[in-house]
């Protein structure tokens, strides 16, 4: 039985602006999971605060949307906790390089089997455009009427640096591509990190122009993290594609063979 | 009641700990009770150290006001300890021969003693080594007892290493030709025991609840709780995983937990504080999670390695709207088990977080206790028969909770007040029935004969309230005084949230003075106390590090009329 993009959809009406980038994540993302056809119940999408993370209750699958910055942690402890469920993150440029950039770094450098898809639009949209890590120096709004004076993250070159063992850019605009990098990314083994430019209408309405400047990566996926920071670094930051994609260690908890719980209060005789 | 208070101070790597370790084991070994403290300098390493032992022929888990014994393995630091080991007039203090005791200990009773030569006899020979043996041969422990003690310690350094620490113990024993030996004297017991410390009793207490989920932040004085689990969870086919941090720890819990496993985390003030948004979040989107915290001295940073009872209102106020849930301390050190147990139980039946109030006090002490039951109570989850609405309002309160790839009634979790079904609601009636559901399941529980404990006369004059390491001193307050002719019985509240306050006013209708203690400055039971009970209260407050004795509580209570 094939599957498709609707079948993942639930029934809740997105708030998100008419135009919002983060629609076409939606989008992208169901169309992913009706490829993979993944089991509904089997599947979970955990997210912090802000307009990317309402996006768990637009898919028919089970899902958190916790505090802002914690999504990461949440999905941690589930993926820990049950191996075999489908760990998807949704997160945004303020929620996961922000107030949750600490996560961000720990769960590259863990490597667990789970997709982080960050949708950046370079503005907190829920608080009504303030700055964020990923926000040009000179972009002036009301919190900062002269610009932050601040050069922006490089998050695909930080999750590189930090162990991502899958680093991929997508564009909102393009969600045909998008969704193949997303579908990559849940089939990867490890820590799957999208960053996906997705434009904020609202107040970032000069974003739209991306589409004129979004191009594909003109390079394969590679598994060298020198060439996979070079091509970071030597494209702009509309080029899409995957940059890197490793076969690294994910990890594990220990183990230890089974006692009866009994046994362990052999600890306390004197 | 026969007891015997010691100290042994030194500074770091002299073996302090070790010898007092020795000397509780032996002591179990030969059929006694005991309770051990240690106290550290604020160094990482080299610090001074002191251990303070407290033998006993009946079951022991408190302080004593007075000391009879204080060995100087050497002095350098003492003075950091003075204020904790409060001597008897006719205490003795013994030193090595060619140490010299500070001055404030010269008016006391001194004795040389030629340990470091002795230990020099052997290759590597270690004081601490010889120490312990005339210890055991001034108390009256066998030696034999001390020489399986000094066995089932250093078993795993080889058998070289055993001999030699036993061959030093029997050297030091055979110093002390005519020793006072008062536990000879003693009622011994062969009835089984443990040798335990409190935050390995603790992590037991979660294990037998049913916690298989643990994540936390290092942070004193809770770090040893994850260090004993650490190896043993997996044993249960259990995780355990270091955080970053607390937001992380607090979050991972929450996350585990979301999938059906029981989950717990454990901290310390300052983690506490960090973790306060996530207990929030577990608390409005109903997903279970144990949480222990290890009270030390604060606020802030405070004293990171010693005792106080200061963040009870932080456990029972800080996450921010109406946020309803679980608080329970342990009466005593025995009881931290049980109560870590009946939490992970509380915590998964009501779908909440449930939190324990343990003190560094408790849980870096070590005793002599009674094998500690398992109460058979175990974390159970209420899952839906078919679909369901994962917030329904159920007469109990407690919704049906599915759980990913085991029930077909998917649902998103949220920390935004939501609809039944878990839809972002801000409709006030959504939030006033999520409100009085959350309240509902709490307070319509039957929490059984554990809610409330109670020692002493049924018919008082004096009630004393007490939880923590103070409700072993509120019986000994309590004991003595009933026997001087003043009735006096002890009412511990192990569910400090939701507090019993009916029945707890109930139970002090007919007392004449009630009266509540605690370790912190600016009484904070007794004002939370005062909030929920009708009957007057006065209070005995305290802040650390030191610990309160039952004469300071029996001579405030003299002087009130």
Redesign the interface.
Known sequence: MTAFANDYKSD?HPVWCPGCGHFMVLRALTQSLAWLEL??????I?SGIGCSS?L??YV????????H??A???????????P??NVIVVSGDGDAYAIGG??F??ACRRNLDMTLIVMDNAVYGMTKGQPSPTTEPDWKSKLAPQGTHLRPFKPAAMALSAGASFVARGFAGNPAELSKLITAGIQHRGFSFIEVLSPCVTFRPEELNWRHEAEPLDAPPTDDLCTAMHNLLNHHHLTTGIYYQADLPVWT???????P?QQ??E???? | MNTYALAITGSGGAGVVTAGTLLLNAAARAGYYGWMLKSFGPQIRGGESSVMLYLSDAPIERVLDRFDLLLGLDWKGFERFADEVPLHDNAVVWHDSHAHPPELLQRCSLRALPLNDTARTFDKGRINMVATGALAAELGLPLDAVQDAVHKLLSRKGDAVVEAGQQQVAAGHALIETPSAPLRNWHRQTTPRWVAAGNPLTGLGLLRGGVRFVSAYPITPATDLLEWLAPRLPTQSGVLIQAEDELAAINMAIGASFTGTPAATATSGPGLALMTEGIGLAIASETPVTLINVNRGGPSTGIPTKSEQSDLETLLFAPHGDSPHIVVAPLGFSDLAPTAQWAAYLADRLQTVAMVASEQALAQASAIVEPVPDLGLQAERLRPAGKACRYAPTESGVSPMPLPALDDARYVADGLEHTECGVPSSFATDHRAQLEKRQRKLETFDYGARALAWEGPEDPDTVLIAIGSLWPTAVAVADERTTAGHPTAVLGPRLLMPLPAEQIDARLAQARQVWVLENNHSAQLYHYLRGHLNTPLHSFAQPGPLPIQAGEVLAALEETP
């Open positions: 809740i089991d509904k119940n089997s599947t979970a955990f309402r768990p209750a028919d699958t089970y899902g958190f949307h916790g505090l910055g914690r990461l942690p949440l999905a941690t402890g589930a993926k820990l906790a049950h075999e469920l600490n996560h770094l720990h908890p220990d183990t230890a063979e089974p006692v719980l362990l209060e600890d306390f005789q004197p």
